[in-house]
Structures are given as C-alpha cells and as structure tokens.
C-alpha cells in the first residue's frame, strides 16, 4: 500500500491549514492506491475508507494536514525538508501541532473492521516544487493463522472418541496500539477470561472465528487454514503473551488447546500448526502441557508467513 502524492488540483471533502515559511508554495495530492486483493471471505485487508496527512516542518511543527473520507486528498504546503505522515482507516487524529504529538497517538483496536484495517507510514522527504513522492502504510494489526491440526492421540481410549474442532480465538489482545511507536495498552481483550460467551462478546469477528465442527480422524490432518487480527502483543506489560485458542471436542468432553504465540510485530502473519496427542484444558485460560501437544509457529511478512508448529 503506498500513498502517492504529486502536483494536481484541489480534491473533495479536504480539511488542511498551512503555516508557511521558507519555500516556494506548492499544492500537492496524497492518494492511496486500492487493491482489489481478498485475502478470504468478506475480508479486504488492503481497503481505504478515509486518509490523513501529516507534513511537517523541519522543526517538527506541521505545516499542513488533513482528512479525507476516500482514498485521496490535496495539501497546501512549502517546499523544503519535511516528514509525511500517513493514516489510514482511523479515527480523525485532531489536536496534533508537532511531530512529537502524532507520535504519541494510541490507535484503539475497534477502529478496524472486515472492510478496512488501520494503516500509518511516516517518511522523511525533501519537497520541491514539482515531482511526486510515496509514502509507503502498513497495517497496525498483526494476522494469526491456523494452518493445521493433526490428531495423533497416543491412547487408544481417545483414539477410539470423535475430534471435532470447534472454534479459534486469541486472549491477551492489546486494546490500543501506537500508530508510530512500538508500544501497546495495558488494558488487554480477553485476558483472563474462562466462559466462552465473554470470550466471543469481547471477541468480534476479528479475534474470534467458528471452524464449522470439522471432524479430524485419527491419524489425519485437517487442513484448516483461518485467521484472525490483533494488535500485536510485544510481552512488554506484565509479561503476558497472546495466545491462540483452539476450542475442540473430544467424545462428550469440551476441551481448549492455547498456543503462545511469541512477541509480536505489527504486519507480520503468524502461522499456526497443531499436533494432540492428549485432551486439552478444560478452560481456555489453561495453557496445555508441551507434553500433551506440539505446536510449530513461524512468523513472516504479511506477503509471506511466520511458521508455529507445535504438538501438544
């Protein structure tokens, strides 16, 4: 995703004000190009509901911003050296004066959705008073994938029960994220939380998913292959990591299997993959013993994947 700005006329629905200084006045135009892209189902991962834009001075202080409800406005500013901040798919960002302030800002984790995630890029820029520049975003949320699961029961009484999976979910979810620093909340979704109708009321659609009662034989794997989002969890509060949660049945028993998901990047895929070789917890808030089941986790870029295998 790139915001690109160039030399153009004014655009609709633009916000701006201007401290001019040393320089030539230029206007320029920030867009940010749309993918048609889906990653799965209803989800667009690369979506723009609305833009802002940051230009500030050499000192920090800004020069011009301003908020669009599509994927493109127009700014008045000087030429000269600046740092470009863009936002996307945010709530609007008022009372920033200087550069210090924008990056002070927490983004809250409700303001993404199915249809858009939020995104920020910031880079520094010599304008002039023609050409264009691009301002590369990415998204705060980090994407936690379930690969697979394989049933490899060691006792022949489980061996002999059916596995059904359940559903998936992630605990210990920062609530707000930095738009520009790597920090996070204390204030965590999910953190602590044993009944599963909290679990999927605090959850959403984007921390909690059904698996459709898929069905694992013995000996087999099932190639599950959802996701969900969080803000990522770097550990730096209490030492709490993010898990994922895999809610199964096993015979009659519900059972959960939690995999720690190591610290977290924001943009990167986390990718899940599951062994049971011995029913899971009885809460979801109770890791499982290592002995009980293997995971594999692996960590990417979001074009790539981040690999977490482990069998439990």
Known sequence: MLAALACC????????????KDGEVVELSFSVPVKATKASGNVTEDAIESLQV?????DGQVQS?????????TLTCTTGEK??????????????????QLKAKMSDFGDNT???????????????ASGSVTVPVSRLVSKVKLSSVTNSFR??????MEFELMSMFLTNAPQQTGYFNATQSSQMINDGTTDIDDIVAASGDLLYDELGDVVVAMGKTAEVNN???CYPNMKSVAGKPAYLVVQTRLGDGIYYYSVELPKMESNKCYNVSLTVTMPGSLTPDVPVKKEDAVFSVSVT???GNVEVNETI
């Open 9 to 20: 006329a004014c655009s609709k629905g633009v916000e701006n004000y201007s401290s001019e």
């Open 65 to 73: 911003s301003g908020i669009a409800e599509e994927n493109s406005l």
């Open 227 to 229: 996701f969900l989002y």
């Open 301 to 303: 870029e979001w074009a």
């Open 155 to 160: 006792l022949s009484q489980h061996q002999a």
């Open 54 to 58: 940051f230009v500030f001075g050499k």
């Open 114 to 128: 199915l249809d858009g995630f939020v995104m920020s890029g910031l880079k520094p820029e010599t304008l002039s």
């Open 83 to 100: 740092q470009i901040a863009a936002v996307v798919n945010a709530e609007a960002l008022n009372g920033v004066n200087t550069l210090e």
